[in-house]
């Protein structure tokens, strides 16, 4: 057989379609041919022509399919051949022997060797950079009918943990494998439950090996830098599975169930004997049912594990800017995102203000305790957030954060005279939605509404002092104008100084540039203690505001009355010599 084989692998290259087609139909038609297996399997490669692959594969898939069911295990064929022999199996010995001698069993045994390397061609021709994209759909679609039929109708895990391991490991782009892995299988529940388990496998694997790789001293910092980029790059292409997997229903119908396995058979007939009920409740394990109720689980498992690894920056703020909506709602318990969203709160910046969606969530509807939330929300008050991406959510969820009416009063004075400073350093836009949240705070709150006017007082001691100023039955005698006891450094809350101050940042904005500002403060005129002639302001209408849309609004306004200029004489300079006395505004000609 080794004489042949040689004399066919010389004759490789001369092969033409057309005897490769032959070579399958032959071997196909009888066992006589079975040499033309091996010849066949050479010609799976990326180096092969995409039509010899697709003939060769087309050959050899419809010779192992009718044989799936009668190959044995990998794991069964190696303890069988492989496995010491004991004092105990000398009685047994004869009949092992005969076993292992078997021609038909080292046959098979034969074949599913030949069926390892078949399939661990396919995987090399999968993610290599020289094959086509219609040849990787065509081995894609190959590899998962192995898995649907392999294991006797089962989901055959293995070679589908196989297959997500060869794609993130590739250096091809991975959309072209989730694009046909989005469209065809992940509508089957058993596909999606089998890859939620295959990615935990892969991200603890990658924070053993991440966790080794910072325990052990390394010389070469090329060396470090290469398993710093593998590392990125596995869990960038882990973030865009997971992220394309569609999540688990909360009431799953019944297209929802539908398996790609077609191990779904009916569990209406009741069997009559034992034995065939313990088959058919082991052939039930992973019922569409069971399925659907573990699933919730293993997307639990898979996301909790994937947010422990070490993120790059950019999935780090992907996986923020979605969480509240992709991850939270699915989960089976949601607390269990608490560490990683108050890591990521405590860190400052656009970071924190992304975390502060699915914080507040976590507050607000799973019970969540921290207490330090507010000085955090407190920091985060700097002009760069009103000009940020992610500006629009944020500032709603101030509003929302400040809603409570149970807030004390110092609270929501320092968050007022915070934003009412803010105004003067932010775009338009900012000091429109400034003047919109803090209309609402002095809705909410009637104990802070002598901020709107309220004349400074000698000592600070004596301002921030809530209960003496309330008692007190006779105004303050001693003035000292221009005093702002306000500490716009200070990040205890209880310390700024807010309750002594005053708005008059506010009535600065009276006189803003931008006319829209300016008509916009006079909000703050009515008398807000009425909470029945007055309503809160919707934060959204303002919180995507820009130069832009003040612009188009501005254009689309309907003027009354447009101020007009009179001029006896067309100005020629843009100040008159009598507005500045002793000075010129002429530009001396130079003599030619």
Partial sequence: MASILSKNQKKKHNYTLKELKSLGCDLLSSRAHI???????????PESPPQFV??????????????????????????????????????????????????????KAWLRSKFDEFVKLLLDVLVSQQSEDTLRDIVLGTLMEFVKLLNAGRFHSSIYHRILNAIIESAVDIDLFLDILTSKYFKYIDVRYFTYISL??????????????????????????????????????????LSRIPPPQKQAEKSDHEMWSGSDESSTEKPKDKKKKNKDQD?????????AKRMKLKFTKAWISFLRLPLPLDVYKEVLASIHQTVIPHLSNPAMLCDFLTKSYDI????????????????????????????????????????????????????ACLRSSLLPAYLAASFTKKLSRLSLSVPPSGSLVITALIYNLLRRHPTINHLVHQEPVETANEANSEAEEQNESRPKTNKKLGVDHFNNQESDLKKTGAMGSSLWEIDTLRHHYCPPVSRFVSSLETDLTIRAKTTEMKIED?????????????????????????????????????????????IPQEAE
């Fill in 348 to 399: 400052g910046g656009v970071v924190s203000v992304m975390a502060l969606s699915s914080l507040f969530i976590l507050m607000t509807e799973h019970g969540l305790e921290y207490s330090n939330f507010y000085e955090k929300l407190y920091a985060l008050l700097v002009p760069s957030v009103f000009v940020a991406k992610h500006r629009a959510r944020f500032l709603q969820l101030l509003d």
């Fill in 542 to 586: 303002f919180s995507s505001g820009s130069y832009a849309t003040i612009f188009g609004d501005e254009i689309r306004r309907r003027v009354k009355q447009v101020p007009l200029a009179f001029y006896k004489a067309v100005p020629t300079s843009l100040f008159e010599d009598s507005d500045f006395p002793g000075w010129t505004f002429t």
């Fill in 283 to 291: 052939s039930n394990l992973l019922s569409p049912t069971t399925i």
């Fill in 200 to 241: 935990e496998k892969f991200v603890k694997t990658l924070e053993a090996s991440a966790v080794s790789g910072d325990r052990t001293v390394i010389e070469n910092s090329e060396t470090e830098n290469e398993s710093k980029d593998s590392l990125e790059h596995s869990i960038r292409k882990i973030y865009q599975v």
């Fill in 35 to 45: 040499n033309n297996l091996p010849l066949l399997l050479s010609f799976i490669s």
């Fill in 54 to 107: 697709v003939e060769s594969l087309l050959s050899l898939q419809s010779f192992f399919t009718p044989l799936l069911s009668q190959l044995p295990s990998t794991s069964s064929h190696l303890s069988s051949t492989k496995r010491p022999r004991s004092e105990d199996d000398d009685d047994n010995a004869s009949k092992t022997d005969e076993v292992d001698e078997d021609p038909e069993v080292i046959f």
